[in-house]
C-alpha cells in the first residue's frame, strides 16, 4: 500500500482521507475552509433501515465507510437543500440498529433572528424535510426508508480566531502543527506558509 497519510489503495490510485493531496496523499491541503465547521450546528440522528451495519463501518477509513457517507451526505443534501442556511452535513458517527448515523447539519450564521429562536426554528425545519422524505431514494446502496429526529442545537461563532489551537482541532493530524487561522471577509481559513496569496506565504514548489 503505497498511500500515506491514512490514504487507501483502490488497486488504481491513492483514496485519500479529506484534506489531503497528492498522488500518494503526501500533502496536506493548502487551504481548509473551517467556516462551517465552527457556525451553528444542530446534531440529528436518522435510522438507515435497509443496511445492515458491517464492520467495516466502524473503519472510517475503508472504502464501505466511505462510500456509505458520501451516499447518506449527497441524499441529506437533496433532502435539506431548501432548508434556510443549509450548509451541509458532516457524519459524526455510525452505529447497529440497521444503521444508526449520528450526523451534524451545518448551518450558515443567522441573520435578523435571535440565535436560539433561529436554531429552533431550522431544527424543524430539517425535522419536516426528513420527514417529508420518508422514501429517499440512494439512502444507502438501494431505495429505503431513513427516519431523522432531533437532539440538540449548536451555538454560533465563539472563540479565539487567532489562535493556532484553533486549525490544529480541523486539520489532518500529521501536518497540524503548520497551519494557522487566516480571516476573510466571509471565511476563516486553516493555511501554512505554503498557502498562495496570503501575507507572508512562501513558494514552496510542491514541497
Same mark, same amino acid.
Given at each position: 500500500?503505497?498511500?500515506?497519510? $491514512?490514504?487507501?489503495?483502490?488497486? &488504481?490510485?491513492?483514496?485519500?482521507?479529506?484534506?489531503? +493531496?497528492?498522488?500518494?496523499?503526501?500533502?496536506?491541503?493548502?487551504?481548509?475552509? *473551517?467556516?462551517?465547521? @465552527? %457556525?451553528?450546528?444542530?446534531?440529528? @440522528?436518522?435510522?438507515?433501515?435497509?443496511?445492515?451495519?458491517?464492520?467495516?463501518?466502524?473503519? =472510517?477509513? /475503508?472504502?464501505?465507510?466511505?462510500?456509505?457517507? +458520501?451516499?447518506? /451526505?449527497?441524499?441529506?443534501?437533496? *433532502?435539506?437543500?431548501?432548508?434556510?442556511?443549509?450548509?451541509?452535513?458532516?457524519? @459524526?458517527?455510525?452505529?447497529? $440498529?440497521?444503521?444508526?448515523?449520528?450526523?451534524?447539519?451545518?448551518?450558515?450564521?443567522?441573520? %435578523?433572528?435571535?440565535? =436560539? &429562536?433561529?436554531?429552533?426554528?431550522?431544527?424543524?425545519?430539517?425535522?419536516?424535510?426528513?420527514?417529508?422524505?420518508?422514501?429517499?431514494?440512494?439512502?444507502?446502496?438501494?431505495?429505503?426508508?431513513?427516519?431523522?429526529?432531533?437532539?440538540?442545537?449548536? &451555538? /454560533?461563532? =465563539?472563540? +479565539?480566531?487567532?489562535?493556532?489551537?484553533?486549525?490544529?482541532?480541523?486539520?489532518?493530524?500529521?501536518?497540524?502543527?503548520?497551519?494557522?487561522?487566516?480571516?476573510?471577509?466571509?471565511?476563516?481559513?486553516?493555511? =501554512?506558509?505554503?498557502?498562495?496569496?496570503?501575507? %507572508?506565504?512562501?513558494?514552496?514548489?510542491? %514541497?
Amino acid at each position: 500500500d503505497p498511500c500515506q497519510n $491514512g490514504g487507501h489503495w483502490t488497486g &488504481t490510485f491513492c483514496l485519500c482521507p479529506p484534506n489531503v +493531496d497528492g498522488a500518494r496523499c503526501q500533502f496536506g491541503a493548502s487551504t481548509i475552509n *473551517i467556516t462551517a465547521e @465552527l %457556525g451553528p450546528s444542530i446534531l440529528m @440522528l436518522a435510522r438507515v433501515t435497509n443496511r445492515n451495519f458491517s464492520e467495516d463501518l466502524r473503519d =472510517t477509513s /475503508s472504502p464501505t465507510y466511505r462510500s456509505f457517507v +458520501d451516499e447518506f /451526505s449527497r441524499t441529506m443534501d437533496r *433532502i435539506y437543500h431548501n432548508v434556510s442556511g443549509y450548509g451541509g452535513t458532516r457524519v @459524526l458517527t455510525l452505529t447497529r $440498529g440497521s444503521v444508526v448515523v449520528n450526523y451534524k447539519v451545518m448551518l450558515r450564521p443567522p441573520a %435578523g433572528d435571535k440565535p =436560539t &429562536t433561529n436554531l429552533h426554528r431550522r431544527a424543524r425545519e430539517l425535522l419536516d424535510a426528513a420527514n417529508a422524505a420518508a422514501q429517499p431514494r440512494n439512502c444507502s446502496h438501494s431505495a429505503g426508508r431513513c427516519q431523522a429526529s432531533h437532539r440538540r442545537s449548536g &451555538t /454560533s461563532l =465563539t472563540g +479565539d480566531f487567532a489562535s493556532p489551537e484553533l486549525c490544529r482541532k480541523h486539520t489532518p493530524a500529521n501536518f497540524s502543527r503548520y497551519y494557522y487561522p487566516y480571516r476573510t471577509p466571509n471565511s476563516l481559513l486553516c493555511v =501554512t506558509n505554503c498557502t498562495l496569496n496570503v501575507p %507572508g506565504s512562501i513558494n514552496c514548489n510542491s %514541497g
